[in-house]
């Protein structure tokens, strides 16, 4: 049984619940019912199942007024290129007036958008916008907490009687042993933090507030209170806040840190996982009662309810980090109660087991092959949301990568999988670019505060944050007028940016222009059921999308070399009630395949990947 403090993706440790390392596998092969499903081709064209959603992180996309952080009307400058990206919606992370501590994700008001990004009439144009280029709006939603500077937040924190004084998470604490350190004077003695919870983001979960004589809970920054979802109170105007958004038009949320909702009302001590500390520093402690507890269903069927309401098939996407892929199953719900449309598979592209020696999951065959099986037959055929990159981990590049040799080529691996896979597909900016990480080296440098806290053992999420690359040009790629950017500029822009690779035949952008290219217009790829072909391979996954028995389009196959080294292929596609072997490339990044006749045998170079038409 691995231990978080094993897994080499500091951030990742961070945010996991302790569970994804210590629950046992509840992993059962599929039945041949569950195989059959997901080879089944669907004709359901509700658009999030087929859509490519793009992150943005709004710092870091586009300035348009030189101040080196990016804003709004930059998302709107770029809408041109998403759209012929194939961008179908784009999820920003929390534009709303914040302090910034924790970059947006500490909100002081959720109905109106940070100066420094802009304003509501930016929004609106913005959304107007992309509306103009069939390109929808999710936004981000932080329910879990809001910032300390929210006047709910000032106003509970006042005293114990006001009208908010219940809309956080209060304790008294308990009364402190002999030499405590760190006690404080309560109103009927000394007292200490009520249990041994510790923040995700460092130190004691618990801080004190002298006005009230009480301690406020934290998942996250001590400037991030956690609100207290067991008051009707706060759901009805965390609910009307997101209608603030939905009436303006919006496809739907984000939702952020979503299974850490509701904690344990009896507050107990959570137990101690592994000897040590972690990267923090603190204690290894379980997230038993404060993560997934069963409450957290309860709302997401309420907050389901109110969503359905509106047309146009709104949706709800969960930042889900579960143990398995058994796990992500409930937080879509039932027919009858239904929760999330989309909670995220992070099984494929974040976690970290699968390694026989141990290792971090890297390009694991296996543990690809198994994911990937599972995302099609553990969820009860609902609609699986696949996603490498996001703002919180390592980038895909450099988490996948061989350290440099074969980067470009792992990487076309990744985006191939990402947009052929049967799935909705999330990417974040940059990935079409082969953007890395630029982890800062020196203290000094650091903007995240977990990266100062946590220095060196972590260093924090601002490598994978870096401005878009977008030209060749100095002082900034594109990305700003200014050359003091709020992060400095990735040195690899002269080479690695949207200008320079448009104009590359070979490049991964236009790689990834062709395949979701492929997405939108290839049935078999768009509409078609998904068979995992030549299963004992070790070394190459492949794969074929099926179209439905008499039809008059063609099967794909894809076939993915995991190593170094060259190998040939075999495959048989009856398994995938495919009769023919004959087939032409679509899509080779190697000159070799482009000129491919047949299944039946071929070789595909070091990592190289093929999307073959069955012919
Ligand atoms: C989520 C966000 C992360 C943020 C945290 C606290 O995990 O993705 O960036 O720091 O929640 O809101």
Redesign the pocket.
């Known amino acids: 049984m691995r231990k978080r403090t094993q897994i080499p993706l500091l951030l990742l440790t961070l945010?996991t619940p302790a569970g994804f390392a210590q629950t046992a596998s509840t992993y059962t092969p599929p039945t041949v019912a569950e195989i059959r499903a997901a080879a089944t081709p669907t004709s359901d064209q509700t658009w999030w199942k087929h859509a490519v959603i793009y992150e943005i992180y709004p710092r870091s996309f586009q300035d348009s007024n030189g101040d080196g952080v990016g804003d709004l009307n930059g998302i709107t400058q770029r809408l041109e290129y998403l759209h012929a990206l194939g961008v179908d919606a784009i999820w920003i992370a929390p534009m709303y007036p914040s302090p910034q501590i924790?970059f947006g994700?500490d909100i002081s008001n959720y109905t109106a958008i940070d100066s420094q990004y802009g304003t509501l009439a930016d929004f609106d144009r913005l959304l107007a916008a992309a509306k103009a280029h069939n390109i929808r709006i999710v936004l981000d939603m932080?329910l879990?907490?809001t910032s300390d500077k929210h006047p709910w937040f000032v106003e509970s924190a006042a005293s114990r009687t006001n009208p908010r004084a219940d809309w956080f998470v209060w304790s008294d604490g308990k009364p402190a042993p002999a030499n405590a350190v760190n006690a404080h004077q309560g109103p009927h003695g000394l007292v200490v933090p009520p249990n041994n919870w510790i923040a995700l983001f460092g130190g004691s979960a618990w801080e004190w507030v002298p006005t009230r004589g009480q301690f406020y809970y934290h998942n996250?920054y001590k400037q991030?209170p956690d609100l207290n979802w067991r008051n009707p109170a706060v759901e009805q105007a965390m609910f009307s806040s997101m209608r603030f958004w939905l009436d303006r038009g919006v496809a739907g949320f984000r939702l952020?840190?979503i299974t850490d909702l509701l904690e344990d009302a009896a507050l107990r001590d959570e137990p101690v996982y592994a000897p040590g500390t972690n990267a923090q520093g603190d204690p290894n402690v379980s997230d038993t009662y404060t993560n997934m507890l069963p409450e957290v269903h309860e709302v997401m069927r309420r907050l389901s309810t109110m969503v359905s309401k509106y047309p146009g098939d709104r949706v709800l996407i969960g930042?889900t980090y579960l143990p398995d892929t058994a796990a992500i199953r409930p937080w879509y719900g039932t027919p009858a109660q239904p929760e999330l449309q989309l909670p995220m598979d992070m099984m494929v592209g974040f976690h970290s087991e699968g390694g026989a020696s141990g290792s971090n999951v890297a390009l694991n065959l296996t543990h690809f092959r198994q994911t990937l099986t599972e995302m099609q037959t553990e969820l009860d055929s609902h609609w699986p949301l696949l996603v490498f990159d996001?703002?919180?981990n390592t980038r895909s590049w450099d988490r996948f990568g061989d350290g440099g040799a074969h980067n470009p080529q792992i990487a076309r691996i990744i985006a191939t999988i990402l947009y052929t896979s049967r799935s909705t597909a999330l990417t974040y900016y940059g990935a079409e670019i082969g953007m890395s990480t630029h982890t800062p080296t020196r203290r000094e440098d650091v903007r995240d505060p977990i990266g100062l806290t946590g220095w060196p053992r972590e260093k924090g999420r601002d490598g994978e944050r870096t401005p878009m690359q977008w030209t060749p040009a100095p002082p900034a790629a594109g990305f700003s007028t200014n050359a003091h950017t709020w992060l400095p500029i990735g040195n690899d822009f002269p080479t690695v940016n949207v200008a320079t690779e448009t104009a590359g035949p070979n490049s991964l952008l236009n790689w990834t222009r062709t395949l979701i290219d492929l997405r939108r217009g290839n049935p078999a790829v768009h509409d078609g059921g998904i068979v995992m072909l030549d299963t004992t391979n070790a070394s190459v996954l492949s794969y074929a999308r099926t179209v439905p028995a008499g039809s008059k389009f063609h099967p794909i196959v894809v076939a993915l070399n995991f190593t170094a080294e060259t190998q040939t292929v075999h495959l048989d596609l009856t398994p995938a009630g495919i009769t023919s072997t004959t087939a032409k490339a679509l899509l080779a990044d190697a000159a070799d395949l482009t000129s491919i006749t047949t299944l039946s045998t071929f070789t595909l170079p070091p990592y190289a990947s093929l999307v073959a038409e069955v012919q």
Request: aromatic letters at 14%; hydrophobic letters at 30%.
């Open positions: 945010l924790d994700y932080v879990n907490h996250f991030q952020d840190a930042e996001n703002h919180d």
